[in-house]
Each structure stands twice: as structure tokens, then as C-alpha cells.
Nanobody, 115 residues
């Protein structure tokens, strides 16, 4: 079992920045991929960014050029640096980890961007 704990959410004005963290309870070295998803109120959960085991990065078109996903294997932590935030980025951001035989989800952290 792996616990994922997100932090770093909050209220920010449009144009501002936040950095989210997702700390895993065990090594992320062998994970297949770690991702950030987001779910706005009343909407489906959407993929935001993915970092694979070999370091490949993928982003949703809506966040390309503004968000950066990264990881620190020594800290078992994945980050999401969010810049130039827009009101439409408001959502609960949830961390996801895919290991060889299991998938885990965090509880989420709220990000609210005011106009």
C-alpha cells in the first residue's frame, strides 16, 4: 500500500503561481508514472501532467507552457509548478501513482484562482 499526500494548494490571484507537492510513502524510483489530475466542481477528472519512469513529460494542452511537473526521487515527491494561473485552473488537484501492479490516488488539494 502506498499513501500519497498532496500539499501546496490555496487561493491565488490570476497570474500568480503555486507549487503543489505529492509525497509518497515509499520509493517512487520504480513507479511507472506519476501524474497530476484535476477536477473542477461538477466536471470530470482530467489529466493535467504526467512524468514517466524514464523522465518523459506530457501535459494537457490547456497547461502547456505554464505548468511544470518534476520529481525528487530522494524525497519520494513529485511536484507541479503552476505559473500564470487562470480562474479556469480552479479545481481539486489529485496525485496519481502507477506502480507495476497497483495504482494509487491521493486525497487532493484545492486550488482556487480568483479573477
Amino acid at each position: 500500500q502506498v499513501q500519497l499526500v498532496e500539499s501546496g494548494g490555496g487561493l491565488v490571484q490570476a497570474g500568480g503561481s503555486l507549487r503543489l507537492s505529492c509525497a509518497a510513502s515509499r520509493s517512487i524510483t520504480n513507479m511507472n508514472a506519476m501524474s497530476w489530475y484535476r477536477q473542477a466542481l461538477g466536471k470530470q477528472r482530467d489529466l493535467v501532467a504526467v512524468i514517466s519512469k524514464d523522465g518523459r513529460l506530457n501535459y494537457a494542452d490547456s497547461v502547456k507552457g505554464r505548468f511544470i511537473i518534476s520529481r525528487d526521487n530522494a524525497k519520494n515527491t513529485v511536484y507541479l509548478q503552476m505559473n500564470s494561473l487562470k480562474p479556469e485552473d480552479t479545481a481539486v488537484y489529485v496525485c496519481n501513482a502507477v506502480y507495476p501492479f497497483s495504482t494509487y490516488w491521493g486525497q487532493g488539494t484545492q486550488v482556487t484562482v480568483s479573477s
